[in-house]
């Protein structure tokens, strides 16, 4: 059964900007802190940014502080990372993921900490 489903992906030129959708299963979604990963090839899965249920934590890898925005619409059962000054070393399939329990910076950055993922969408950044 599908949880967690990404879009947005594609191929831009450095300086553009993408912005990728996750839509979630009610299962998945209502209660749950949401976060962007991504994995370039050769390369282990890192944190790029994650948002509690609540709003109230947010957090963002140094990498992309003030470039990517993440969101999140719980009307719509979805959520939303906004990327804008786009980088060549941005390049990744992206994947968004779902957990449920601490919302602490610690818990929040660590993919292991994710239960439910999606299948991922790339981005491309060329220069």
């Given at each position: 059964?599908v949880?967690?489903?990404?879009?947005?992906?594609?191929?831009?030129?450095?300086?553009?900007?993408?912005?990728?959708?996750c839509?979630?299963?009610?299962?998945?979604?209502?209660?749950?802190a949401?976060g962007?990963?991504?994995?370039?090839?050769?390369?282990e899965?890192?944190?790029v940014?994650?948002?509690s249920?609540g709003?109230?934590?947010?957090?963002?890898?140094?990498?992309v502080?003030?470039?990517?925005?993440?969101?999140r619409?719980?009307a719509?059962?979805?959520?939303y990372?906004?990327?804008?000054?786009?980088?060549?070393?941005?390049t990744?399939?992206?994947?968004?993921a779902?957990?449920?329990?601490?919302?602490?910076?610690?818990d929040?950055?660590?993919?292991?900490?994710?239960?439910?993922?999606?299948?991922?969408?790339?981005?491309?950044?060329?220069?």
């Open positions: 059964q949880q967690l489903v990404e879009s947005g992906g594609g191929l831009v030129q450095a300086g553009g900007s993408l912005r990728l959708s839509a979630a299963s009610t299962r998945t979604y209502f209660g749950s949401m962007w990963f991504r994995q370039a090839p050769g390369k899965r890192e944190f940014a994650a948002i249920w709003l109230s934590s947010i957090y963002y890898a140094d990498s502080k003030g470039r990517f925005t993440i969101s619409d719980n719509r059962k979805s959520a990372l906004q990327m804008n000054s786009l980088k060549p070393e941005d990744a399939v992206y994947y968004c779902a957990r449920f329990g601490g919302t602490g910076y610690d929040m950055k660590n993919h292991h900490q994710y239960n439910y993922w999606g299948q991922g969408t790339q981005v491309t950044v060329s220069s």
